[in-house]
């Protein structure tokens, strides 16, 4: 009966201490990031449908932000060909971006198009527009805005 008490005594004794190595370690352990770890990508809705279809798009990483394009052919006859396009970005209360007119060889499947970089603070929206600007081809435009949270 005394060995009984004495390893029920003992078991309490470790499960509380077990509990209070816990509680301590809890609270020491250090906070992790506040905001999203690597960068988050937001894409708005397809452009108006076409041969291409265009989808704008934000990355953010901290306070960097990119705003870039992705074109799709739309067409399974689609051929490999050159294509303009212009990407604009914009910062809620910042100066104006330049925009990026690149000519991107669009292949069959999804391709990246065009880079424009800035940063800003957080808490700010920033947007982006991403269009097909090439003779020939139905001009096909699309948009996106987000919220830099970091």
């Given at each position: 009966m005394k060995a009984t008490v004495a390893a029920v005594a003992t078991a309490a004794a470790l499960t509380a201490l077990t509990t209070l190595a816990t509680v301590q370690g809890a609270a020491a352990a250090p906070a992790g990031p506040a905001?999203?770890?690597?960068?988050?990508v937001?894409?708005?809705?397809?452009?108006?449908?076409?041969?291409?279809?265009?989808r704008a798009c934000?990355?953010?990483?901290?306070n960097q932000v990119r705003f870039y394009g992705v074109a799709t052919a739309n067409d399974p006859s689609w051929q490999p060909q050159s294509v303009g396009f212009t990407v604009s970005g914009t910062v809620v209360g910042a100066a104006p971006l330049a925009p990026a007119h690149p000519t991107v060889l669009v292949q069959p499947g999804a391709n990246p198009v065009g880079s424009v970089l800035t940063t800003a603070a957080c808490g700010r929206t920033v947007g982006?527009?991403?269009?097909?600007?090439q003779p020939g081809l139905p001009a096909s435009t699309a948009t996106v805005s987000t919220v830099v949270a970091c």
């Open positions: 905001g999203p770890v690597g960068p988050v937001t894409c708005g809705a397809p452009g108006a449908p076409g041969p291409l279809l265009t934000v990355e953010i990483s901290g982006t527009t991403f269009s097909v600007n």
